[in-house]
Structures are given as C-alpha cells and as structure tokens.
C-alpha cells in the first residue's frame, strides 16, 4: 500500500502545528508576545534565575533561536540577564518586575487556549494525545529502558 502525503505522519504533524501556533498567537494578540516568546517566559515563570543552557533545554529551542528570543524579550522590558554569582562566564536570565507581573495571564490563556484548541477530543482522548506526542519527541520518557 502506497502512503498517501495526507496520512504521512510529517504532514499532520506539521498541519497541527501550524494550526496550533496560529490558535496560540491570536489567544496572545493583546500581550505583544510571540507564541516562543510566551513559552519562555512562562518557563521562566516556574524557575529563575536559569541559564541560557537550561532554558535552551528545557524549552528545546536551539542556542542561536534562543539568543534572539531572549535578546527581544530583554529589549521590552520582559527579562533581565546578570552575570552568575559563583561562575562570571555564566550568565543568569530572570524575568523582569514587568515578565513577573504577566505570568499569571499568560498562565490563564494557555489553559483557555489548551481547553478551546483541544475541545474535539474528550478528557481521556487529550491525556492519550499529550502521551503519544511525549513518545514520538522523546521516547525514553516513556518507555522502559532496555535492559
């Protein structure tokens, strides 16, 4: 059986995608943040002070698409960058007064948005949904380790 282009894992992934950031961007349109640019900040929201390295890992971006987040995120005002206490090559990044105060509305349209853009699929549908695409990015977060 020849696989159509339509059924091709690759394409509904990337039609999902699309369609998710699209979905995340308009639900952000009135805080002036991308859909990267809120993600880092909310990760930033549940732990800094972080290094670039962490944050680079924790959110998947790579170093060079980070720098850029991070550098128009540090020129409005939404994070601060200073120098590690104990390593003076490392350097911290930490939300700003302004970042902290849009945490919580942040926090409040991605749950919004999850529930609106996730409303086909029922409770379980969503919990299975949200596994499979933990094993397809990761799959040793999922599966036993081989013995």
Do not use: Y
Not at 52 to 77: H, M, Q
Request: proline share 3%.
């Amino acid at each position: 059986m020849t696989l159509k282009v339509e059924d091709c894992i690759f394409f509904l992934l990337a039609r999902a995608q699309q369609a998710g950031v699209r979905f995340w961007t308009q639900a952000l349109a009135d805080t002036n943040l991308t859909a990267v640019q809120a993600m880092v900040v909310n990760f930033l929201g549940r732990r800094d002070p972080i290094t670039a390295k962490e944050l680079s890992e924790r959110t998947g971006l790579d170093t060079a698409t980070l720098t850029g987040v991070i550098d128009r995120l540090e020129a409005s005002g939404w994070i601060e960058r200073r120098r590690h206490p104990s390593d003076r090559r490392a350097i911290h990044i930490l939300l700003s007064d302004r970042g902290r105060k849009i945490v919580p509305l942040l926090q409040k349209k991605m749950e919004k948005a999850n529930r609106e853009f996730l409303a086909a699929l029922g409770d379980n549908e969503q919990q299975e949904f949200r596994r499979l695409l933990r094993a397809v990015r990761n799959p040793d977060a999922v599966l036993p380790a081989a013995e």
